[in-house]
């Protein structure tokens, strides 16, 4: 199976301002999940969103779902430090249960 | 995750040699998996199962091989290593409820592999 993309690769921000990634993937997907990746640590999940969803929030996180142009958002609001990490989307394709499919993540660094 | 853990964190190995990486979860899930993550790339999956009786392979399974010895424990084997599985692998678990709220995955910290 092919994965998705992800845009921008890299971002850097200042604290307080917003991050926008966003995703792009291939499949008829059951649902996207997003996840962080600290540095050469393991996934941590972060939010999912269903493919009947459009918009789903989880505290200062985003996200955004659009399946006739497959591909969905992550916003982050008021970025801290500690946001600094990689982010991954994954899809969840419809006929592939249990199976994840990753893209190649953005790069998301916050300077103090 | 303290819940799913893997050893060891850190191998560095020869060419040719029989390398095994071992998953161990206590979050009671059917469903481990064992994912390869090389810089500046997702990860791609080598091998999931979905119970102890079941061993399916992912996008990339060759060189590879797993055991599943127990509802908690997952193993995966490189036969005879080679310098391009140089990567850093990834054990997951998730609960039999693909498709619904909780069909999350959950990972160990890694096992960082060098092959010279």
């Known amino acids: 199976s092919q994965q998705g993309e992800e845009d921008p690769q890299a971002l850097s921000i200042q604290e307080g301002e917003n991050a926008t990634m966003n995703c792009s993937y291939k499949?008829?997907?059951?649902?996207l999940q997003w996840y962080r990746q600290n540095s050469g640590r393991g996934l941590v999940h972060l939010i999912l969103?269903?493919?009947?969803?459009r918009e789903k929030h989880s505290g200062r996180l985003r996200v955004t779902l659009d399946t006739s142009k497959k591909s969905s958002s992550l916003l982050i609001t008021a970025s801290r430090a500690a946001d600094t990490a990689s982010y991954f989307c994954?899809?969840?394709?419809?006929?592939?249960?249990?199976?994840?499919?990753f893209g190649q993540g953005t790069i998301l660094t916050v300077h103090p | 995750d303290a819940d799913v853990t893997q050893t060891p964190r850190n191998r560095i190995t020869k060419t040719g040699k029989r390398i095994m990486l071992e998953c161990s979860q206590t979050?009671?899930?059917?469903?481990m998996y064992w994912y390869r993550q090389d810089p500046g790339l997702g990860l791609r999956l080598i091998y999931y199962?979905?119970?102890?009786?079941?061993?399916n392979k992912g996008e990339i399974s060759d060189g590879y091989s797993v055991s599943r010895q127990a509802q908690a424990k997952f193993s995966l084997s490189l036969e005879s290593a080679i310098p391009n599985q140089t990567a850093l692998y990834f054990c997951?678990?998730?609960?039999?409820?693909?498709?619904?709220?909780?069909?999350?995955?959950?990972f160990g910290p890694g096992t960082r592999l060098t092959v010279l």
């Open positions: 994954a899809e969840a394709g419809g006929t592939s249960y249990g199976k994840l499919t």
């Open positions: 979050k009671g899930h059917d469903r």
């Open positions: 969103i269903r493919s009947n969803e």
């Open positions: 997951a678990t998730s609960a039999a409820e693909a498709g619904g709220p909780r069909d999350t995955q959950y």
């Open positions: 199962s979905f119970d102890v009786k079941d061993i």
């Open positions: 499949t008829s997907i059951n649902n």
